[in-house]
C-alpha cells in the first residue's frame, strides 16, 4: 500500500526555519499533484501548500503566503516544504497526500503520510 513518509519535524523558536521533507513509499507521486496539510491541537486539519505535478503551480495558504515554499524533485520522488518566520500559530502536526486543487483551494484525496510534528515555542 503506497503512502507519504514526512520527515524534518521538531522543536524551533519563534522567527526559526524548517524544512519538512515528504516522500513517496510505495508508488510514484511524479504524475499526481501533492499538498501539505496541518492540524493543530483542537482544530480541523486544513491546506498549507499545494504543488501541480510539474511544479509550476502552486497553492498557498493565506496564512502562509510569503513565508512557506513548496517544492519538489520527481526524480527523487519527494516534495518539500521550506518554512521560515515560523511562530507559534504553526504548530501542528503537517502531513502531505495527493491533492486536488486550483487557485483558491486544495484537498487531499489519497496516500497520506502519517505526519511529522512541528512545534514552535521558545
Known amino acids: 500500500q503506497g503512502q507519504f513518509v514526512e520527515s524534518g519535524g521538531g522543536l524551533v523558536q519563534p522567527g526559526g526555519s524548517l524544512r519538512l521533507s515528504c516522500a513517496a513509499s510505495?508508488?510514484?507521486?511524479?504524475?499526481?499533484?501533492v499538498g501539505w496539510f496541518r492540524q493543530a491541537p483542537g482544530k480541523a486539519r486544513e491546506a498549507v501548500a499545494c504543488i501541480h505535478s510539474t511544479g509550476d503551480i502552486t497553492y498557498y495558504a493565506d496564512s502562509v503566503k510569503g513565508r512557506f515554499a513548496i517544492s519538489r524533485d520527481n526524480a527523487k520522488n519527494a516534495v518539500y516544504l521550506q518554512m521560515n518566520s515560523l511562530s507559534p500559530a504553526d504548530t501542528a502536526v503537517y502531513s502531505c497526500a495527493v491533492a486536488a486543487f486550483g487557485s483558491t483551494f486544495c484537498g487531499g484525496i489519497g496516500y497520506w503520510g502519517k505526519g511529522a510534528l512541528v512545534t514552535v515555542s521558545s
Open positions: 510505495g508508488f510514484s507521486s511524479d504524475s499526481y499533484g
